[in-house]
């Protein structure tokens, strides 16, 4: 059983490994400010999350307890990472940097963060 546990843990770990070396280089090699904002927290938010998965359970065959700090961790990552990127984002339409061909925001509105537009209380 410890063996499958292995190699389970081990597939899980490769996995996120790719997935954090593919979101490294899209930050690296992405031309414009919002796409390298959108590789580093999708793929490398999955292979820091695997990471952890793979050490809370890492510890099952010896102790026969899972770790609950690092669900915790995993949990704290999949609420700050989309929230950072959410404020990056509106950072960069603020200061005139992202793409000057934005998309309709679907409301008949401009973006949020370009609207001088806010609802009364």
Do not use: C
Not at 43 to 58: D, E, K, P, Q, Y
Not at 96 to 110: H, K, M, R, V
Request: hydrophobic letters at 45%.
């Amino acid at each position: 059983m410890t063996q499958v546990l292995d190699l389970f843990l081990s597939a899980i770990l490769v996995g996120g490994g790719i997935f954090a070396i593919v979101g490294s280089y899209g930050l690296l090699r992405l031309p414009r400010p919002m796409q390298r904002l959108h590789a580093p927290t999708k793929a490398t938010t999955i292979g820091v999350g695997a990471a952890l998965l793979a050490s809370s359970l890492g510890g099952l065959p010896l102790t026969g307890t899972v770790s609950i700090q690092e669900w915790l961790i995993t949990l704290f990552l999949l609420l700050t990472a989309p929230i950072s990127a959410l404020f990056l984002a509106k950072t960069l339409i603020l200061r005139g940097e992202a793409d000057p061909n934005l998309p309709d925001s679907g409301t008949g509105s401009p973006w949020a963060t370009l609207g001088e537009e806010r609802p009364d209380p």
